[in-house]
């Protein structure tokens, strides 16, 4: 079965929902400057020595997205409902960070923060 595929405004991506022909600048954007567009600058050398090379400090950061979108998915409430990657971490992220399971993704957090603000998106939808 063929998926028809749409071709996004930009003339480069095709999508099979038009609708998220919007998210590739967001991607592009999250690609090159949260990974550093796979490769490191001079001011991540303290960082670089420490991971042991570049390749590993931008695996780190994927590493850290992963687990983020993972612990905003696994959260619920038995008795409220809810729960699953809604971005919930993120936006009460004093509060969810406060939690023993989410130990060490508050860098991640921080960093992401100004993606969702200069896109005017939401926590989930990122």
């Given at each position: ?10 003339g480069v991506n095709t ?112």
């Open positions: 079965v063929l998926t028809k595929r749409v071709s996004c405004p930009d999508a099979t929902n038009a609708a998220c022909c919007a998210l590739y600048p967001i991607l592009e954007d999250i690609q090159a400057n949260l990974f550093d567009g796979g490769e490191c600058g001079e001011e991540v050398h303290d960082l670089v020595r420490w991971y042991g090379s570049c390749s590993l400090l931008i695996l780190g950061k994927v590493h850290e997205s992963v687990r983020l979108s993972f612990h905003d998915a696994i959260g619920f409430s038995r008795t409220k409902g809810g729960g699953g990657t809604d971005g919930s971490i993120m936006t009460f992220s004093e509060i969810e960070t406060a939690y023993h399971a989410n130990n060490g993704v508050q860098g991640i957090i921080e960093a992401q923060k100004p993606f969702v603000a200069k896109h005017n998106i939401t926590a989930g939808d990122l």
